[in-house]
């Protein structure tokens, strides 16, 4: 009985919310799960294995429940691991003390991988590149982390430690650590945040002087901006590279600050007033990645207000939807924002982050969003879960194809129904399945996505014409099953 009501529990799971209304067929529905300093998993350090496996399952299931097909899971927020890695210790967000292993020993990125492709869903491995120690001087180090075996690789800014950006060594350290998850785990994408250089403190220097005067060749001595943005260029490249000769199909994603660059200072930049910006402050040159293909997604965080007057999230969305240079553009959103309390009525009600979504869809180059972060939508803050599937996720929504992905695609499959079950013949080369649903009055919409090869129906919503697709690793469909009609 109880493998019986964990089969159907699953597929519930699986299928996410059912169709009633027109929605895109594919778009990015993505949350981030951010580790650092617990903020969304664990909810604390020192939780047992069996407690935060329970907890990320609670976070899984909610987002596909209501319409979600992505997650973004940090797997290195500070030079640490939340897996199993040759290089790095273990971070002291899972057990609280950094270098302790799980016990009993599992992977969590492995574990996540796993859970999210029962559900049909992706993962992409979250990575920051340059920070190593998080609030430096109340943390204890292992022994082992690299900011103690190599400590003249690191610099000191504000309340951080930071890889040198600098140095070559940094660049080809970065990169093989990427190169390792790209090997070992099968995630489906890697993402960097807009952590590059970091924000500029007032009256403090970022202290990369010595690092200019060795490493600053043709940009020294009066150039150290441009310098810094090609320490930043050189190691998003190598980065893609690397990624690319392991998993050629992979993408490798960046999430960066909301503004390029001011109008103001660049007649390329957006209309707005942002007091730091990519290109300026952080030496992110993110179009000069985009045009070059070093990145294969652009998912630019646009944690504003429609209507702020010195960051227009109207002016940004459309700015950035005419600058992604052929490459997806998913919109990074602020439901942390949300709050009644707030000083700004626009986040009083989650009515904002619908506008938003709506405006999104009308940009022809936009093709989805990432929403910071998964508490939110676990503590359901102001209604978001239920608004988001009133208003914009009635439908569950197919992942956008991947370009780089040249696999095979499966053959199609054969579906029968046997009473109030829908089963079909499992297909080589299948990620997931798609179900498709046509009811008398209406088109044919998405009923299901799902990774079983079965679908329990309930009598109240069974009746119109059901048929399957096979969908592979790149999210191309098989040709269309024959159907059934349940009347």
């Known amino acids: 009985m109880k493998k019986v009501i964990a089969l159907v529990l699953l597929i519930s799971m699986s299928c996410g919310v059912f169709a009633k209304k ?6 990015m529905r993505a949350v981030w799960i951010a580790t650092v300093d617990n903020i969304d998993w664990p909810s604390k350090p020192g939780l047992s294995v069996e ?11 909610q987002h ?4 979600m097909n992505t997650v973004i899971f940090q797997v290195r927020p500070a030079a640490d691991a939340f897996y199993n890695s040759p290089y790095e210790p273990w971070s002291q967000w899972l057990s609280g003390e950094q270098g302790k292993a799980p016990d009993p020993l599992y992977d969590p990125l492995q574990f996540a991988i796993e859970e999210c492709h029962k559900r049909a869903m992706e993962l992409h491995a979250w990575m920051n590149p340059y920070r190593a120690v998080f609030l430096y001087k109340d943390a204890k180090t292992d022994p082992n982390h690299i900011t103690n075996t190599r400590p003249e690789l690191f610099l000191t800014y504000g309340k951080h430690k930071y890889f040198n950006p600098g140095l070559p060594e940094t660049r080809d350290y970065v990169s093989k650590i990427v190169g390792d998850v790209v090997r070992r785990y099968d995630v489906d994408a890697i993402h960097f945040d807009d952590y590059f250089y970091p924000y500029k403190i007032k009256d403090e220097a970022f202290p990369d002087s010595e690092s200019f005067t060795n490493h600053g060749g043709k940009f020294y001595p009066d150039r150290i901006d441009d310098w810094r943005r090609e320490n930043v260029n050189l190691v998003i490249k190598q980065i893609n590279d690397t990624i690319k000769s392991i998993k050629p199909w992979m993408p490798f994603g960046i999430s960066p600050f909301g503004v390029w660059r001011n109008k103001s200072v660049d007649k390329s930049g957006s209309r707005t007033q942002a007091g730091q910006t990519n290109y300026d402050d952080l030496y992110a040159d993110v179009l000069l990645w985009l045009k070059n293909d070093w990145i294969d997604y652009v ?4 944690y504003w207000h429609i209507g702020k007057r010195v960051a227009n999230y109207r002016v940004i969305a459309k700015w950035w939807n005419k600058n992604s240079y052929g490459k997806p553009c998913y919109i990074g959103q602020g439901a942390y924002r949300l709050n009644s309390e707030s000083s700004i009525k626009s986040w009083h009600s989650a009515n904002e982050i619908i506008r938003q979504v709506k405006l999104n869809r009308k940009l022809k180059n936009v093709d989805g969003s990432m929403f910071f972060s998964a508490k939110n939508f676990l503590e359901n803050k102001l209604g978001i879960n239920e608004a988001l599937v009133k208003e914009m996720y009635k439908d569950p929504a197919m992942h956008m194809k991947n370009p780089l992905f040249e696999g095979e695609v499966p053959n199609r499959p054969k579906l029968k129904r046997e009473n109030m079950k829908l089963e079909w013949t499992k297909q080589q080369n299948a990620a997931y399945y798609v179900v498709y649903k046509k009811e008398k009055k209406s088109n044919k919409k998405i009923f299901c996505i799902t990774s079983l090869c079965e679908l329990n129906l309930e009598a109240a919503q069974s009746v119109g014409n059901y048929s399957i697709v096979a969908v592979n690793r790149g999210h191309a469909e098989s040709s269309e099953s024959n159907k059934i009609v349940i009347e």
Not at 22 to 27: F, G
Not at 299 to 302: G, N, T
């Open 22 to 27: 027109k929605s895109p067929k594919r778009e």
């Open 51 to 61: 407690e935060q496996k329970k907890e990320l399952i609670a976070h899984l299931d």
């Open 64 to 67: 596909k429940k209501y319409g």
């Open 299 to 302: 998912a630019p965080q646009i």
